[in-house]
C-alpha cells in the first residue's frame, strides 16, 4: 500500500484568504487525486493532478479557485483561493498505485473550516 | 447522470452480529465496484473489491456480493466488532477509461458492545 501524507491536518481560516494543502506519497504513484468531503457527506472528485502538466478539473471546480500543483511524483498541492465558508470541508488527497490493480488509497484529510 | 447510492443511512448491529450493507448502482457499464471503509477523524480505506465477471468475493470477515441484474451491491461483515464501527462507501468505476471511482452516499455502522 501506500502511505500518504497531508499538511495541515486541519485550519481555521478567515474568509477571502487562501490554504495551500500538501499531499506527499511515501512512493512514486502514476495518479493523485484531491476529493472534497463535506461533514456527514459523500466524496467528491475536485481534479486528477497531472505530473508536469495542468490538472484535469470536473464539472463544478476550476483552476482559478482550486490551483493545483505537481511537481513530481510523490508530491502536489491543492490551493483552496479566496476562501468562503461554503468552502468549509474535508480535502482528501489520493493515489492509484500502478501493479495494485484499481486500488486507491486516501491520506487522511485537511479538515477546513472558514470563518 | 448515472449514481451510485445506498439503501440505509444508518445501521445499528450488536457485537457479534452479521452486518449487510447495501448499495445500489444505475450505470450498468461499470465493471468494477469498490469498498471504503472510513473512521472518524480519516481517510477511507480500501476494504475489498469485486469485478463485474464475479458474483462473489470473500476477504477476511467480509464477503462482497454483486448482483448485476439489479445492480445490486452488498458488504457483509462476519462478526461484527466495535471496531468495524465507521462510514461504509462503495463506489464504481465504468467502462470506457473511467479510472475514477464514483463514491455513493455512505452507510454508519454503529456496532454496540
Known amino acids: 500500500s501506500a502511505v500518504i501524507s497531508q499538511k495541515p491536518s486541519r485550519d481555521i481560516c478567515q474568509r477571502g484568504t487562501s490554504l495551500t494543502i500538501q499531499c506527499q506519497v511515501d512512493?512514486?504513484?502514476?495518479?493523485m487525486f484531491w476529493y472534497r468531503q463535506q461533514p456527514g457527506q459523500s466524496l467528491t472528485l475536485i481534479a486528477t493532478?497531472?505530473?508536469?502538466?495542468?490538472?484535469?478539473?470536473e464539472s463544478g471546480f476550476v483552476i482559478d479557485k482550486f490551483p493545483i500543483s505537481r511537481p513530481n511524483l510523490t508530491f502536489s498541492t491543492l490551493t483552496v483561493s479566496n476562501m468562503s465558508p461554503e468552502d468549509s470541508s474535508i480535502y482528501l488527497c489520493?493515489?492509484?498505485?500502478?501493479?495494485?490493480?484499481?486500488?486507491?488509497?486516501f491520506g487522511p484529510g485537511t479538515r477546513l473550516t472558514v470563518t | 447522470g448515472e449514481s451510485v447510492g445506498l439503501h440505509l443511512p444508518t445501521l445499528s448491529v450488536q457485537e457479534g452480529d452479521n452486518s449487510i450493507i447495501n448499495c445500489a448502482y444505475s450505470?450498468?457499464?461499470?465493471?468494477?465496484f469498490i469498498w471504503y471503509k472510513q473512521e472518524s477523524g480519516k481517510g477511507p480505506q480500501f476494504i475489498i473489491d469485486?469485478?463485474?465477471?464475479?458474483d462473489k468475493r470473500q476477504g477476511q470477515r467480509v464477503t462482497v456480493l454483486l448482483n448485476k441484474t439489479v445492480k445490486h451491491l452488498s458488504l457483509q461483515i462476519a462478526a461484527t466488532q466495535p471496531g468495524d464501527s465507521a462510514v461504509y462507501f462503495c463506489?464504481?468505476?465504468?467502462?470506457?477509461?473511467?479510472?475514477?471511482?464514483?463514491f455513493g452516499r455512505g452507510t454508519s455502522l454503529i456496532v454496540h458492545p
Open positions: 450505470n450498468s457499464a461499470s465493471d468494477y
Open positions: 469485486i469485478r463485474s465477471n464475479m
Open positions: 489520493s493515489v492509484e498505485v500502478a501493479g495494485r490493480g484499481y486500488e486507491q488509497y
Open positions: 512512493s512514486q504513484v502514476t495518479m
Open positions: 463506489a464504481e468505476k465504468g467502462k470506457g477509461g473511467s479510472y475514477i471511482p464514483t
Open positions: 493532478a497531472n505530473q508536469g502538466s495542468e490538472a484535469t478539473y
